[in-house]
C-alpha cells in the first residue's frame, strides 16, 4: 500500500479521529460538537439543542420560572363562572388554586377538568383539584425535567428560601430553555441588545432590559429600588400584566407593549411621551 505523508486524511480517518478524541471538560467538549458542525457531521438545530442540554444543568429554576407577580391563580372561592372565564381568558392548561392569598397553593386545577362540570349550582372546586408540587427555586433544570418525565407532572410550584412562593415553572419553561422559544416577529435576535433605535425613531427594548441600562442610554431617571428591570417596572406602575398593543406613560416616556401574553410582558416601544409631567 502506497503511504504518502502529504496525503490529507480521508472522511472516515477525520470522523474517526473526531470521535475517538476524549474531552476533559465542558468547554471541550463544546468545541468538539462545533467542530463536528463544521464538518457537516451535524447540523445547526442539533447542535443548538445539544448545547442546551448541557447548559440545563448549570440553570436553576429561578432564571427560568414565572415570577409570583405574573401567576395566573385561582381563588378557592371563586364561582365557576369567574373560573371559566378567566381560563378561556388566559388559554392556560393549569392554574394553581390558592387560598386567601398566593403563598397558600392548595393544589392545581387542570382546565380540561371543567368539561366534566355539571353547571346545575353544585360545583365544589376542592374536589377537583390535583395535588401541587412544590421544589425550591435553586433546582437544576435537568435534575426538574427528570423529574416531570418521572412524575408525570407538567407544572410546579417554586419556593424561596423562606418556603414563600416565589413562581411557578411549567415543563415548556424547561424545554424552551433546551430546544429555544418559536420566534415572532416582534422577538430580537439572540445576539442583539437589549434596545434597539429603529426608523422612526423610537426604541425597541426587552423587558429584561436593566432599568440601570436603560437610564443610562435614554437619559431618564427611573428608580430601581422596587425593581431592577424595565418589564419590573412597567408591572409594579399597573399592578398586572399589560396586553398586547397597550399604551403606558411614566417617567416622561410613552411605553408601547409589543409583544406579552397573560403571563409575561416581552418587548416594549418606547418613545418620548407627550404628556411628559408624570415623574415616575
Known sequence: MDINPDKQP????????LLLREPEDREQLIKLLHSAHERDLLDADALSITEGALAASEISVRDVMVPRAQMQVIDIDDPLDEIIAQVNHTAHSRF????GNRDNVIGLLLAKDLLRVQSDGKFSLREWLRPAVFIPESKRLNVLLREFRVSHNHMAVVLDEYA?????????????????????????????????LDQGGRYRV?????????????????????????GGLILNHLGRVP???EA???????????????????????SAALNADDPG
Open 248 to 270: 403606558i406613560d411614566l417617567g416622561g416616556m410613552h411605553f408601547l407593549v409589543l409583544r406579552a401574553d397573560s403571563r409575561r410582558l416581552y418587548t416594549l416601544l418606547v
Open 164 to 196: 414563600g412562593v416565589c413562581g411557578l415553572v411549567t415543563i415548556e419553561d424547561v424545554l424552551e430553555q433546551i430546544v429555544g422559544e418559536i420566534e415572532d416577529e416582534y422577538d430580537f435576535d439572540e445576539d442583539d441588545d437589549n434596545i434597539q
Open 96 to 99: 394553581p388554586v390558592i387560598g
Open 206 to 230: 426587552k423587558a429584561q432590559t436593566s432599568i440601570e441600562d436603560f437610564n443610562a442610554l435614554l437619559g431618564t431617571r427611573f428608580s430601581n429600588e422596587a425593581c431592577n428591570t424595565v
Open 10 to 17: 480521508g472522511f472516515f480517518e477525520r470522523l474517526s479521529s
Open 243 to 245: 396586553k398586547r398593543n
